[in-house]
């Protein structure tokens, strides 16, 4: 997608789609949902890393993150989280990337900059998995997008997305922190989730 003609904004958030889209396909192969087959190893911002290549669990994932472009263009999205989830679609673990785009980033944007901040996710990945979760066999996995404000009735992207039907947790959920960027013109944070040990077995939705 030619990059060019877009606002710094817009530049940002394409960065970002294809980051996010790369970094949940490393997530779903570090926690051992499917095959080895259904990924291979590619070479993504100088990094080596597991690129879902399985027909619908890449179409999957990259139309979902690429559908976040015009609401991170739009500094509308909070939280990208990829959930795992257990049999009675209970949460069990949360990876979560918390993100603001500057809106008044009016300079031109320098790629490499923000690729080198971005490219420290995907390492940190790649190491993540002893402070993870098991995950059991017949458990589910989803992606879902927290918005600062819903888009309006007739936004026709907005209309793409339906609402969640994750059950919430009772107590405050454990949190571990993976990485963090703080620069103009990104902010990203990335740590995991898990319920607390206080939590009750069955969180109401």
């Given at each position: 997608m030619d990059r060019k003609n877009r606002t710094p904004q817009g530049q940002i958030a394409q960065v970002v789609v294809e980051f996010l889209e790369v970094a949940v396909s490393c997530i779903v192969f570090?926690?051992?949902f499917y095959?080895?087959?259904a990924f291979e190893r590619r070479r993504y911002m100088n990094v080596v890393v597991q690129k879902a290549v399985h027909p619908e669990l890449a179409s999957y994932i990259h139309s979902t993150?690429?559908?976040?472009f015009p609401f991170i263009q739009k500094g509308l999205v909070e939280r990208v989280v990829v959930i795992f989830y257990d049999k009675e679609h209970v949460p069990i673990e949360k990876f979560v990337f918390k993100l603001a785009v500057n809106q008044s980033y009016g300079s031109k944007l320098e790629e490499a900059d923000l690729e080198f901040a971005l490219r420290a996710f995907l390492i940190k990945l790649t190491v993540a998995e002893p402070v993870t979760k098991s995950l059991p066999s017949d458990g589910s996995w989803e992606i879902t997008a927290y918005f600062?404000?819903?888009p309006g009735d007739?936004?026709?992207?907005?209309q793409l997305w339906i609402p969640t039907d994750t059950k919430l947790w009772m107590q405050p959920p454990q949190i571990t922190p993976i990485k963090s960027v703080s620069c103009d013109p990104l902010?990203?944070?990335l740590y995991l989730e898990h319920p607390s040990h206080?939590?009750?077995k069955n969180p109401t939705a």
């Open positions: 570090l926690k051992g095959p080895p087959r993150t690429t559908g976040l600062r404000s819903l007739d936004d026709r992207e907005g902010k990203m944070q206080t939590e009750p």
